[in-house]
T-cell receptor, first 116, second 112 residues
Framework: GAGVSQSPSNKVTEKGKDVELRCDPISGHTALYWYRQSLGQGLEFLIY????????KSGLPSDRFSAERTGGSVSTLTIQRTQQEDSAVYLC??????????????FGAGSRLTVL | GENVEQHPSTLSVQEGDSAVIKCTYS??????FPWYKQELGKGPQLIID?????GEKKDQRIAVTLNKTAKHFSLHITETQPEDSAVYFCAASKGGSYIPTFGRGTSLIVHP
């Protein structure tokens, strides 16, 4: 596609419910990232996928968070048993994944999650 | 791992003034330094970047400078306009790692 597409754009859920956030990256981009942006905070790295390699899950804050990427394209971030502190904007980005370091990320508009 | 510090967290200027945002990094192996602009309700977007073999790069009203010895880099915006109001993020990355490290962001407010 022309850009990184995320859905839903807004999600309101009750504490304890599970949520799924979807990311459709740019066609041809092998690398896919999930970041979390809390109110007034920076970009918190969550997880990274590169091709068929095992994902880098080092940023996931707890075992309630998981993500998968099917067929090297679409990714789903799942948050189980949501807590109020999970309220944030979840940003997805994709790139060509340059090993040389000049790795330009293209971000989606984000999914705003509100946990009541 | 890499650590990127960004200052100030908030910057308020009058239209037409210049704005400077500064970042420092800790890993001397970092070799690529992008800047992203995030407008309200949107994802961050790359506006300019610089590689470690270059000391300065300009693109119209924006410029980035890099001091490898001191391990700091800066974003300069001249003749600021209200549409420059946004959150700006610096980042650092290096060969052998796909994951850039971001600063905490600077909220730039340009008053008309």
């Amino acid at each position: 596609g022309a850009g990184v597409s995320q859905s839903p754009s807004n999600k309101v859920t009750e504490k304890g419910k599970d949520v799924e956030l979807r990311c459709d990256p740019i066609s041809g981009h092998t690398a896919l990232y999930w970041y979390r942006q809390s109110l007034g905070q920076g970009l918190e790295f969550l997880i990274y996928f590169q091709g068929n390699s095992a994902p880098d899950k080092s940023g996931l804050p707890s075992d309630r968070f998981s993500a998968e990427r099917t067929g090297g394209s679409v990714s789903t971030l799942t948050i189980q048993r949501t807590q109020q502190e999970d309220s944030a904007v979840y940003l997805c980005a994709s790139s060509f994944g340059s090993w040389a370091g000049a790795n330009v990320l293209t971000f989606g508009a984000g999914s705003r999650l509100t946990v009541l | 791992g890499e650590n990127v510090e960004q200052h100030p967290s908030t910057l308020s200027v009058q239209e037409g003034d210049s704005a400077v945002i500064k970042c420092t990094y800790s890993d001397s192996a970092s070799n690529y330094f992008p800047w992203y602009k995030q407008e309200l309700g949107k994802g961050p977007q790359l506006i300019i970047d610089i590689r470690s073999n270059v000391g300065e790069k300009k693109d119209q009203r924006i410029a980035v400078t890099l001091n490898k010895t001191a391990k700091h880099f800066s974003l300069h915006i001249t003749e600021t306009q209200p549409e420059d109001s946004a959150v700006y993020f610096c980042a650092a990355s290096k060969g052998g790692s796909y994951i850039p490290t971001f600063g905490r962001g600077t909220s730039l407010i340009v008053h008309p």
